[in-house]
């Protein structure tokens, strides 16, 4: 729909090439992670993403330091905002004034995407529902994001991810059977409400392109958590029984995980080729297992499962988890080391695909963030990209994609439109 020409071109290698997503612009008017995570992954692929704030504060998490007793921020800098809005164009924009709403049609008019998490009710009270937008710009893919999704009862209902993961019944698929409700940390399901999304939007834009079709989406953060536990919920409707919760010590002690001499933990999960138990078995050291009764076949090892943990808790209490985790790897065996997030730098798997990478933040320092999991031979993603401050783009995105003057801007700005 639209050639920019203003490819990213920073003299990194990574942008010498073409992105994915290269001549989309989004444009967005959302807060927090929900919705503005989702515009973020399609910053990540190549789109041009411009962000709507409102005057004064803007988005809320901005201002988003401390995560219960964590702190998320460098020198009041957020990194929950950098997570949410990197790559992004910022403009301040009064939506609620007839000169803001003016601006924003406009750039309506010169955008391919539209997405917004702010509540249905504002949105369309401040003439940027999709039934106006559609009049301004007939192929718009307008992605809206919700909490509870656009029907029933709790349609406008607000919703934080801690609400998806309750909701959902995702609280109560973590943990063992007698511990209370669990919470995921730190925005799970509000980042997977964001893959959703994207997902979403690339599908729509893909219709756009072979129809010239565009249309309205719909993502919550309840659907988005639901869909997460896609196997769970089905366990549940069909089987009419809950997800039974792990119980490490009367499990399938193949599908466990153990505590190695060094207080570190290795996952295992066994293969169910023929002959693949006997294998285990040799690499554990202790052959004589395969051939004990109680453990004979896949059914005497459930029937005699408390029995097996036990006594493989004793096995792997003998070798650090780095020792086992060789083993495994050199053998073939479907195990793994359990890693903190704090080790991840130093797991040579993640670095080598690139999962985590560098970035030499211009206020964070070098440093280490998420790189995008999905690898294209000619058109790689980069997820580097910093936020920007509050409005730090408005001049430049009204002169150079609405026709504003100079001075027309400096009015708007006396105004208090920007």
């Not at 790559?87 to 049609?105: F, N, T």
């Not at 560098?358 to 990209?385: K, V």
Request: overall charge negative; proline content about 6%; hydrophobic content about 35%.
């Amino acid at each position: 729909m639209y050639s920019p020409g203003n490819k990213r071109r920073s003299g990194r290698k990574e942008d010498m090439v073409p992105k994915p997503l290269e001549g989309i612009r989004v444009l967005e008017w959302g807060i927090f992670h929900a919705g503005p995570g989702a515009s973020a992954i399609l910053g990540d692929l190549g789109a041009e993403v411009i962000k709507i704030e409102q005057p004064g504060m803007g988005d809320p998490i901005r201002m988003l330091t401390r995560f219960g007793k964590a702190n998320v921020a460098i020198d009041g800098k957020s990194l929950f905002h950098e997570g949410a809005n990197r790559h992004k164009k910022g403009i301040v924009l009064d939506l609620k004034a007839e000169k803001g709403r003016e601006i924003a049609h406009r750039l309506v008019a010169r955008s391919d995407v539209f997405v917004t998490n702010v509540r249905r009710k504002v949105v369309e009270g401040l003439g940027m529902g999709y039934p106006v937008l559609r009049e301004i710009n007939p192929g718009i893919v307008y992605a809206a994001v919700s909490g509870y999704g656009p029907r029933g009862p709790e349609s406008q209902q607000g919703a934080f991810d801690f609400h998806g993961q309750a909701r959902s019944g995702l609280m109560y698929c973590m943990g063992e059977p007698d511990m209370p409700p669990l919470v995921l940390h730190f925005g799970v399901v509000d980042q997977m409400t964001a893959i959703m999304a994207s997902h979403a939007i690339l599908t729509a834009l893909l219709v756009r392109e072979r129809t010239g079709q565009g249309q309205e989406l719909h993502v919550s953060i309840l659907g988005s958590a639901m869909y997460l536990q896609y196997f769970n919920v089905m366990n549940a409707m069909i089987m009419g029984q809950p997800v039974p919760r792990h119980q490490r010590s009367s499990t399938d002690a193949l599908r466990n995980y153990y505590r190695c001499k060094d207080g570190e933990y290795v996952c295992l999960v066994g293969s169910y080729r023929e002959g693949s138990w006997e294998e285990l078995c040799h690499v554990l050291g202790r052959p004589e297992i395969a051939t004990d009764p109680r453990f004979a076949t896949r059914e005497d090892r459930f029937a005699n499962c408390e029995a097996l943990i036990a006594l493989l808790d004793e096995v792997f209490a003998t070798r650090t988890r780095d020792e086992w985790h060789r083993l495994f790897v050199e053998n073939g065996v479907f195990g793994t080391r359990v890693n903190s997030p704090m080790e991840l730098k130093d797991d040579p798997q993640v670095m080598e695909n690139d999962y985590l990478v560098s970035y030499d933040h211009p206020w964070f320092g070098s440093s280490l963030i998420p790189g995008y999991p999905a690898h294209f031979s000619d058109t790689p993603a980069d997820t580097r990209g910093r936020a920007p401050v509050h409005g730090e783009h408005t001049d430049e995105v009204l002169r150079d994609m609405c026709g504003y003057s100079d001075a027309e801007i400096n009015q708007l700005r006396d105004e208090g439109i920007i």
